[in-house]
């Protein structure tokens, strides 16, 4: 090997261990690395399940006190921040931090503030980092519409973008679902794509704000977790289209089916059949395009099944994910 190609060598194997030691840590469990807690007033500790986030990242939040706790609100980049009572207990909360997959950037403060059953106010107060995120670029064909549409075909796309939007900015204030989520296809533990920079027929095209999951034209696609369905309708772009609400501002979509199992207005129970894989809308092949939303955030729904899913799911998705 000559000097010109050792450097080369070298060059890529440093970012090669700079890519994996960032797909390590965007995927770690809660806690294996913020094991530094934040203490607040009152006797309340908060906790992190990671130092700073990424964009498209999920962060979990724990908040523990020593006295049973009345009310706890939470605010983080001027978006709120619900916190859930975790099993009936009055002295413990979680939440959820999210970094939206174009959130510049920068430092964020998280406040949390509150008061205690016998009265006494707590608060609390952290700086969250977030750093860019790691994304691949590439290139598609698809159909020509889709690229360019019809100026009828444009109002559509423009209609249901703004529909979907309403849809995420409504935060159903308790808690639907009730234990662990999972991946909505039987047998898959990752996926692809999420947040990817698209060239679409030569023509730059908006991040990929969900994950494509494989599977075949029929196979079920089961709830993430309980929820009301919040929309189960045809798009332009994603076809077939179910998106389901989870409260709290947590909001799951389901994209490309090539059919519907469901209307909305339905309240599902977790693994319920939502339809099947298709391939419709903007496509190339039959997949489930899966993604999430918290609290109008686009962030990798991978990292809400690592959070606050089942550890078998949790640690396959793990080992999948720390392969080169």
Known sequence: ???????????????????????????????AIAKDARVCTAGTTLRLSAPEASQGSLLLIELKSTKPMAEVQGEWGGRAVPLWREDGDEAQRKGLLAADLEKAPGEYELKVTGQMVSGEKMSCSVMVAVRKGLFATEKLQVG????????????RANEERQKLREIFDRVTPERLWDGKFRIPLDGVTTGSNFGKRRILNGNPGSPHSGMDLPGTTGTPVHATQRGRVALAEELFFSGNTIVLDHGLGIYTFYGHLSEIDVKAGDALEAGAVLGKVGATGRVT??????GLTVERARVNPLLLVMLLGNSSSGEAVRRKSSKP
């Open 1 to 31: 090997m000559n000097v010109q190609e050792n450097t080369i060598f070298r060059m890529r194997h440093v970012r090669f261990a700079a890519l994996f030691l960032g797909v390590v840590a965007a995927v770690l469990p809660c806690g």
């Open 285 to 290: 092949g039959p997949h489930l395009h899966w």
């Open 144 to 155: 020509k519409e889709f690229v360019k549409p019809s100026p009828e075909q444009i109002q």
